[in-house]
């Protein structure tokens, strides 16, 4: 083993929320990749870190990557936390994002003016 390569790590939690944030069932995401559906389902049961081959794990890393998903290491990210995940992309501007709310209370309303227009 190279010391002086950096020792991947990535959890089991990493693993299964990257598997869902891409909408994979576990049949897909052991194909996309490359790895058999059982050692898929051993590493999404490990309570963190999974033990694995640097190369199994280099070519897990390699397609979340690819499909635009970010391992997030244990550290200080605007505040103290754990392992994560995350999309990669530009940071969204706050006139950019939906507020939900604010949805949900215009469908009501416009459900409210239909009812009243029958």
Known sequence: MNDFLPKITITGEQIKAARTMLRLNQQQFASFCHISIGLLRRMEKTLGPVSSSDAILKNILHSLENSGVEIVEA???????????????????????????????IKREQEVVKQEAS
Request: hydrophobic share 25%.
């Open 75 to 105: 550290g200080y990210y605007e505040g103290y936390g754990g392992p994560g995940i995350r999309m990669k992309g530009e940071p969204t501007m706050s006139s950019d994002v939906i507020n939900l709310s604010e949805v949900a209370e």
